[in-house]
Structure formats: C-alpha cells, structure tokens
C-alpha cells in the first residue's frame, strides 16, 4: 500500500504558540521528542515529563535557535507519588496549560508479569493510571486555560482483530485468575486510553476543554527494544523492509500535533484520531482518519468507560466528586 501520511495543514504548522504551555510526556524520545520539537519550533513552551531527565536534558540541546522554550520536570508514571510531585511542580510554576500530551508508553519486552510499586500491571500502570492521575490533577489548570485541550497516546495494537478484539477486564486488571500477555495488557492499556478520552469528553461538555485519543503510526522509535537477542535479530533483519512501510518520528508525531494545534480537533472532542498504518487488521482502517472510529466495539463501549474512570478514581485514591 502507498504511504499516505497524514500532515498538519499549513495554517496549524504556523501558528504562533508564543505564552502557550503545553506538557508533553515520554518527551525525550520518539514521538514525544518530535511533537515537542515543533511546538517549540513555533513558539511555543513546553514542560517535558520525563523520566530519564539526564537523557531529556541532552535531547534538549537539539533544541537551541528554535523560537520557543523548554523545562524539563522529572515524571515516572509507574510511581503515583512521582506523578503528584511532578503536578506540584508544574503548578509552582506556571499559572496556564494549553495542552496536555499524555504520550509516554511502554511494552513489557521481558514478557513477565510486573506490578509498579502502587500494585497496577506496569504497562496499563504506565500508560493509563499513571496519565489518568496526571490529568485529573491538572483538570482545574485546564479548564482555566481557554480552549486548552487534552491528548493521550493510545496504538492500532488496541484494535485487535474480527475474530479477537482487546478489552478493559475492570474486574481482573492485576492478573489474578487469566494469565499475562505482555501484547494483550498492551493492547488493554489502549483501549482504556481510548475510553478515558472519551468519557472524560463527556464530563468536559460546557468547560472549553477538549480531549483526544491517538494512534501515532507504526514509529521508528525506541519503542519495544528492550527485547531479548532474538528480537533484536529479527528486527535487524526486517529493518530494511519495515522501514518501506512505517513512519519516521516526525510523521508520527502528526496526529498529536494535530489534536493539540488544530482549529478542527477539538470539533471531535472524545474522538479517536490515526495517522495512517498498516498495522490495521481491518483494511478499511488503513488510510486512517482525524478522527476515524475505532473497529474495535468495546473501545466505543461508554458504559464500560464510565465503570473505568469511577473505578479509578478509588485505585489512584482520588475523591470522587473532583
Ligand atoms: N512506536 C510505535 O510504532 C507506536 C505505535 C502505536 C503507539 N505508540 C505509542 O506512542 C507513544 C510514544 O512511543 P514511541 O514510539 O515514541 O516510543 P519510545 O521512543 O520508546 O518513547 C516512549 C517514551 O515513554 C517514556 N516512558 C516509558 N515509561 C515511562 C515511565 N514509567 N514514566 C515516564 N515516561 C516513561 C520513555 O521514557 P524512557 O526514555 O525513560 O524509557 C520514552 O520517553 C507510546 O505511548 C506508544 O505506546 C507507538
């Protein structure tokens, strides 16, 4: 299949983001290094959640003559103190926040079950407690910043296919009675981001808040290496071919970026947005969309998202009534 990427218009690539503060998570890599480059590029400032801060710190240098301005806070989502400190931080000093990119993510390349230290399967831990506290606590920040707009990274993989379509298990997230899939509870992550997005969506009617889920594309990242020496082999082997058909860290970036710039995005508030990607098991997914409808029925499941989001509230141990 052609590529087809799907690409920030020219009014949205040159708008000015001057004063604007964005937060970007995973922002030293990837996906989450281009999306934060070019807000920077075009003026904007953006506060970069990383766990490794030595590595953001050195990323950042590729940021010098560009218009705009970076910070770096230190964030592990797999530690719900860390986000708390990290919220706190970033409420000390800044008094806005336009736009929120919950892109950090993971999967679990040793294949093990691991639970984070506050008792969450560590990539849902990561991918989604950890981004759902983060963005409850910036809730009011948001919604006092006009227009501002929340976007959390989620992948095809939460597509599944006809035959097997991944699923929230809200009543065994920690493994107790099914066995682990480091695939699966990746896939499981995604679709709670998808979920998350959307009930929050609902939630936000009325405040000038708007919320996005994404499927970046098929990333030449750092993503998935900490294989073992199979993996890596294969993957040096398939390089060559799987550079044909996935997409560079810039182009998949796009869809964030258009989520958070964008005029027409927050007119989808909840919505799901693709780049295009092969990865798709229904074909008719391919191209893509901004926004699209997930094939997958329990991603569009509002009454499972509605349980997801009361449900965790009590697991992060947050007040419900927030
Ligand atoms: N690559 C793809 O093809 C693809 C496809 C679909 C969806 N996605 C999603 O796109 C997002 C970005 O991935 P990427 O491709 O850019 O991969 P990447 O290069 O591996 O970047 C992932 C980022 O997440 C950060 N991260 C991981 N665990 C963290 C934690 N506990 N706390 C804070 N940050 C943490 C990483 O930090 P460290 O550098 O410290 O590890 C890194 O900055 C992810 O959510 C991923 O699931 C990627």
């Known amino acids: 299949m052609p590529k087809n990427v799907r690409r920030l218009d020219q009014q949205t690539r040159n708008k000015n983001l001057a004063g604007r503060v964005y937060i970007v998570t995973g922002a030293n890599s990837g996906v989450g290094l281009e999306t934060t480059r070019q807000i920077i590029k075009q003026g904007g400032h953006v506060v970069m959640g990383c766990r490794r801060v030595d590595v953001a710190q050195t990323v950042a240098n590729g940021f010098a003559g560009l218009a705009g301005s970076h910070d770096i806070i230190r964030l592990d989502l797999a530690d719900l103190a860390s986000v708390r400190e990290f919220v706190a931080a970033f409420l000390r000093n800044y008094d806005r926040l ?13 294949g093990d079950l691991v639970l984070t230290k506050d008792g969450f399967e560590q990539t849902i831990g990561i991918s989604y407690f950890g981004h759902f506290l983060l963005t409850e606590l910036l809730l009011d920040i948001l919604k006092a910043t006009p227009g501002s707009r929340i976007v959390l990274l989620s992948s095809v993989g939460h597509a599944g296919s006809r035959r097997s379509r991944p699923r929230v298990h809200l009543d065994d997230l920690t493994y107790k009675s ?8 990746y896939a499981e992550a995604k679709v709670a981001n998808i979920l998350y997005m959307a009930e929050l969506a609902k939630r936000l009617e009325d405040t000038g808040v708007s919320t996005a889920s994404v499927h970046p594309g098929w990333a030449r990242s750092n993503f998935g290496s900490g294989g073992g020496l199979g993996m890596r082999i294969a993957m040096s082997l398939m390089r060559p071919l799987i550079r044909f058909v996935s997409n560079s860290n810039e182009e998949s970036a796009q869809t964030s970026l258009h989520c958070l710039l964008s005029d027409d995005a927050p007119k989808h508030s909840g919505a799901y947005f693709s780049q295009q990607s092969v990865l798709y098991r229904d ?17 569009r499941d509002m009454d499972t998202a509605k349980k997801l989001v009361n449900l965790s509230y009590d697991l992060v141990g947050l007040n419900r009534t927030r």
């Open 283 to 299: 074909r008719e997914c391919r191209k893509g969309g901004w926004p699209m409808q997930s094939p997958n029925p329990h991603a």
């Open 98 to 110: 336009d736009g929120l990119a919950g892109n950090a993510g993971m999967v679990n390349m040793q």
């Open 178 to 185: 099914r066995s682990f899939s480091n695939f699966a509870a």
